[in-house]
């Protein structure tokens, strides 16, 4: 289960270095977790609908070389669930071909009513074992 | 109903041009907007714990000298309230005796529950005419 | 000289009232005004790269209804330049055809190097010109 | 070399969670590492003027419990510096006694002038053997 999507760096991201601000990234790692879980057919909004949240309880960024302003990002995100309490998902940045930054995040299930880390639902293992 | 906070410009905040983004400025506003409102004696979780949000309808600003990183900015903000449903504030920023940015806000109250626009709860008003 | 891009409401945007942070708004301003800009054939960092900034010096959003997390939003940017010092660009953000904001932002050239205000630079009318 | 400093969450950095977004306690995180070098005595503006950027290639933070709308954050951070080319910072943020989240930041030195990773300079040498 993988999607590549693409966004652009506003100058909004950007910092007096002149390159994306380095907690940034986490946005632009979200960005592409939600469209991969679009691209399996699975809004996060449903999720939300269905009472349930995906928190995250880890998060990690390498940077290797900077983006800037205007830069056309390509996201690589990838998501590994070995059938555990777990999410992990796995993100690649890259401009031009030129490797970005890669990172992780580490997500739980939680329900809306009552804040509790619960077992991935049903709604989310249906459309993993579909898209895996 | 007037108070002057203070807060330190983060790097998150400075933009490739090397100065503050024209849109964290608001944040600002916020924080000073927060502070205003708890010096009245009104934490804005307690109007929520009320049932109660302070949603903007607009919101203003204009741009005199920029702040940088590091930038030491003190905040005045003074709330306007003329007995209608709209909340005013406005807010000058100056930083070392330079002024910044001026701006403005205008609020309304709306229930958490039902997301309707309320005259302003006596809670707020209670707040407000002891401090003004 | 008129464009209308898309983009989508990340979850980084969302406050706890479960809408856009009204701050965000301007970032997305931004977005629409470069997409503008690109579009008419003028990349803004050409402009930086001919030694011109173009910073705010007002900015403004009246907002009518809450945009949410994942929302689709339609943004309308117009350039309005009479022949003076100053740009104008007006914004109207709509989602499923429901008005969710308006706004402005005014701008000025700035020199890269010094820091000073100046007419706007050829590079600019030229492309404003061709595309009004 | 540690230091604790304090900051309040605002309302821009929640998200439709109610909580604050994850990717924000990492401008926390830089809060508290410009706090803890101003303590030792060396202003991050003043490295800039020497020509020099401590520039992210990695971050990393692991979530405890939420932080929320107004709770006021102690960011304790240390510096861990081995003679090597990076410098590696450690954070805890805790609310009321209770942890938030644990993170680090791993950083090199770089020109301003021609962006090349070089040796930590003598300036912050100089502050960090003061300070240890």
């Given at each position: 289960m993988e999607y590549t999507s693409q966004l652009r760096v506003r100058y909004a991201h950007t910092d007096a270095m002149g390159i994306v601000y380095h907690g940034n990234y986490y946005e632009y790692f979200e960005a592409a977790r939600v469209e991969l879980m679009r691209h399996a057919g699975l809004n996060y909004t449903e999720l939300v609908e269905a009472g349930y949240y995906m928190p995250l309880i880890e998060s990690h960024c390498e940077?290797?070389?900077?983006?800037?302003?205007?830069?056309?990002?390509?996201?690589?995100?990838?998501?590994?669930?070995?059938?555990?309490?777990?999410?992990?998902?796995?993100?690649?940045?890259?401009?031009?071909?030129?490797?970005?930054?890669?990172?992780?995040?580490?997500?739980?299930?939680?329900?809306?009513?009552?804040?509790?880390?619960?077992?991935?639902?049903?709604?989310?293992?249906?459309?993993?074992?579909?898209?895996?």
């Open positions: 940077y290797k070389k900077p983006a800037k302003f205007d830069d056309l990002l390509d996201i690589t995100c990838k998501m590994v669930y070995d059938g555990a309490l777990r999410v992990k998902l796995l993100y690649k940045i890259h401009c031009n071909g030129i490797l970005i930054c890669t990172g992780h995040t580490v997500h739980v299930f939680t329900t809306v009513a009552e804040n509790k880390i619960v077992k991935p639902p049903k709604l989310f293992l249906d459309y993993f074992k579909e898209s895996a």
